[in-house]
T-cell receptor, first 110, second 112 residues
Framework: DQQVKQNSPSLSVQEGRISILNCDYT??????FLWYKKYPAEGPTFLIS???IKDKNEDGRFTVFLNKSAKHLSLHIVPSQPGDSAVYFC?????????WGAGTKLIIKP | EAQVTQNPRYLITVTGKKLTVTCSQN?????MSWYRQDPGLGLRQIYY???????DKGDVPEGYKVSRKEKRNFPLILESPSPNQTSLYFC???????????FGPGTRLTVT
């Protein structure tokens, strides 16, 4: 049973527009959430995080929103750039572990 | 340069032949972890280590062993590999517990 779900395997967005990646979770005990970005043949790299006591965190073009009542997390990228094409993973912290979603492949079209 | 290194990057082996994948970090991080990535399943944690000589099972530890004798190294050992361990493996480290983890480049293992 997957505790962290990314229901969209892929997403295609026009360059310059907003990209919205979604993540749902089932465990209300998760206290910290992270987004990672992964290019082919490389390891994931950390992008942005949010504590469960907040509902928004912003870093440049990247904003993460947390809706605890809906157990829903989203990552907004504005404006989307060609270099944003990658697989994005959300992860949730539970104790000493991170529980990961399956990833969403973001494709930025010129 | 701060980094996590893994070796080998690619490995093809046969069922039952013991192998070790090395992982080393140069950031003096206490926390290290091993993951496997399979299509449609994301990353699943195999083992993690909070510090030297302290290791614990993740979600999928069966068939794997680890050791943490030094802070910088965290090798993954497959005593008797089987085809269902064919996967992409990542080592990661972080300072002060589970948070922003730095990942190695990955090891693609094929067991025939």
């Amino acid at each position: 049973d997957q505790q962290v779900k990314q229901n969209s395997p892929s997403l295609s967005v026009q360059e310059g527009r907003i990209s919205i990646l979604n993540c749902d979770y089932t465990n209300s005990m998760f206290d910290y959430f992270l987004w990672y970005k992964k290019y082919p043949a490389e390891g994931p790299t950390f992008l942005i995080s949010i504590s469960s006591i907040k509902d928004k965190n912003e870093d440049g073009r990247f904003t993460v929103f947390l809706n605890k009542s809906a157990k829903h997390l989203s990552l907004h990228i504005v404006p989307s750039q060609p270099g944003d094409s990658a697989v994005y993973f959300c992860a949730a912290r539970s104790g000493y572990q991170l529980i990961w979603g399956a990833g969403t492949k973001l494709i930025i079209k010129p | 340069e701060a980094q996590v290194t893994q070796n080998p990057r690619y490995l093809i082996t046969v069922t039952g032949k013991k192998l070790t994948v090395t992982c080393s970090q140069n950031m003096n991080h206490e926390y290290m972890s091993w993951y496997r990535q399979d299509p449609g399943l994301g990353l699943r944690q195999i083992y993690y280590s909070m510090n030297v000589e302290v290791t614990d099972k993740g979600d999928v530890p069966e068939g794997y062993k680890v050791s943490r004798k030094e802070k910088r190294n965290f090798p993954l050992i497959l005593e008797s590999p089987s085809p269902n361990q064919t996967s992409l493996y990542f080592c990661a480290s972080s300072a002060g517990g589970v948070g922003e983890q730095y990942f190695g480049p990955g090891t693609r293992l094929t067991v025939t």
